[in-house]
């Protein structure tokens, strides 16, 4: 995969994936992960796989310097490469030149959040920004922090519009949104299910190698 490049896989019942991409502390590699959960009636459809290359990811420039690639979903009258996904998930890579202040709508329906991978800003009308846990840091609970800075995370409330400044540096991150399943969820290391009922079947049927059905 190079870089820029996007791999998109439905795991259903014919994949077991489980995998955590790591940079050095200079940031010289972006490698993100976003899991959507499939709803109850998808759970085990059939696996699919497809590697989107960099050139294939339309990116649109304002006026004011913003610029956005569009992975998935549409915006800004484009549409991204990746289709399929039963969350409709719109996905975009944001980058918000030094000192502009930018709007970007988000539908309301939709729960959103932002996470920032270079340089720092503000979030209007959003939770406090917290630092992202990795293995470094353990499992002390994350601060809050007073600006939106590289690895952290911004959770929006409901609301057509996400309004970000960006600081001296600029800012880039991922906006991520997504129609809600309104489903529970049971989850256990790269098995996500329902109930603890079917998750307990499904760590059977992996012991018994019966999981992987297709």
Known sequence: MGAGDVQWMTAGSGILHQEMPKGDASGRMHGFQLWANLPSSLKMTSPGYQNVPAGEIPEVT???????????????????????????PRYL???????????????????????????????????????VLTEEVGSSAPARLEQAENRSLVLFDSGDEVTVQAGDSGIRFLLVSG????????????????????????????????????
């Open 93 to 131: 890579d944001v980058t918000v030149p030094p000192g502009v202040r930018r709007r970007l709508t988000v539908e309301t329906s939709r729960h959103a959040f932002a996470y920032v991978f270079e340089g720092s800003g503000n979030f209007r009308d959003a939770s406090p920004a917290a630092p």
């Open 179 to 214: 129609q809600p399943l309104k489903e529970p969820v049971a989850w256990r290391g790269p098995i996500v299910m329902n109930t603890q009922e079917e998750l307990r079947q499904a760590y059977a049927e992996l012991r018994d190698q019966t999981f992987i059905k297709r």
């Open 62 to 88: 304002d006026d004011d310097g913003t610029s956005v690639r569009i992975v998935c979903g549409d915006f800004w009258g484009k549409s991204g490469p990746v289709e399929g996904i039963a969350a409709e």
